[in-house]
Structures are given as structure tokens and as C-alpha cells.
């Protein structure tokens, strides 16, 4: 069974740290395209971050360029997000999947989601 699960979330004062967890079974992480994406209350999902199969691209919305890291662990098979100095506008739920790395958007290739972590970042 093909399965996501999120994990890491939590509540964090501003210029905090989270990391970000996303464990993946049923399938190698490697053999795709993989990245993050959050959902704002009353906002639309967004692309945060994606890594290329290889592991050797990545990219990052502007919002969070200097601040997250996407990283992934090949022999635990999970993807990771290091998210530095948050501010109260990263506050969504966070979700890893397939992704295009040139545009950030959900790929096809992979329709599979968790249920999301939840980062508020507040004082």
C-alpha cells in the first residue's frame, strides 16, 4: 500500500525551527521527483519546495528561499524540510508528494498525499 505520513509539525514562536518529516511506503522516494507543500487557512495550496529523483536539483519558492532546506534520507526512505527563521505567514498545513521541480506544482506522475503536518508559528 502506497502511503505518505507527515509528520513534525508543531507550534513555534517566530524566527523558530521546525523539521519536517515525510515518510514514505509502498515505494523509493528516489524514484521521483519529491518536494512540499502547505495550505493556508482560506488560501490555496502552494508548492514550497521539490527535489529531483537524483537528488541532485532543487528548488524553493521565493517566500522561503535562505530559510528551508529539502533534504532526503534514501535508506529510511523520507523526505525532510529544515524550516529556519519561520514567520507567522509560513502557518499552513504541510504536505509532501511528487512534484515538478520547475514549477513547484503537484506532478501526475504520483497523485499521493498524507493527511499534512500542521506549523503555526506565533508568539
Known amino acids: 500500500q502506497l502511503q505518505l505520513v507527515e509528520s513534525g509539525g508543531g507550534l513555534v514562536q517566530p524566527g523558530g525551527s521546525l523539521r519536517l518529516s515525510c515518510a514514505a511506503s509502498?515505494?523509493?522516494?528516489?524514484?521521483?521527483?519529491m518536494g512540499w507543500f502547505r495550505q493556508a487557512p482560506g488560501k490555496e495550496r502552494e508548492g514550497v519546495s521539490c527535489?529531483?529523483?537524483?537528488?541532485?536539483?532543487?528548488n524553493y519558492v521565493d517566500s522561503v528561499k535562505g530559510r528551508f532546506t529539502i533534504s532526503r534520507d534514501n535508506a529510511k526512505n523520507t523526505l525532510y524540510l529544515q524550516m529556519n527563521s519561520l514567520k507567522p505567514e509560513d502557518t499552513a498545513v504541510y504536505y509532501c508528494?511528487?512534484?515538478?521541480?520547475?514549477?513547484?506544482?503537484?506532478?501526475?506522475?504520483?497523485?499521493?498525499w498524507g493527511k499534512g503536518t500542521l506549523v503555526t508559528v506565533s508568539s
Open positions: 527535489m529531483s529523483s537524483s537528488g541532485l536539483t532543487t
Open positions: 509502498g515505494f523509493t522516494l528516489d524514484k521521483y521527483a
Open positions: 508528494s511528487a512534484c515538478f521541480i520547475g514549477t513547484l506544482a503537484p506532478s501526475s506522475y504520483l497523485d499521493l
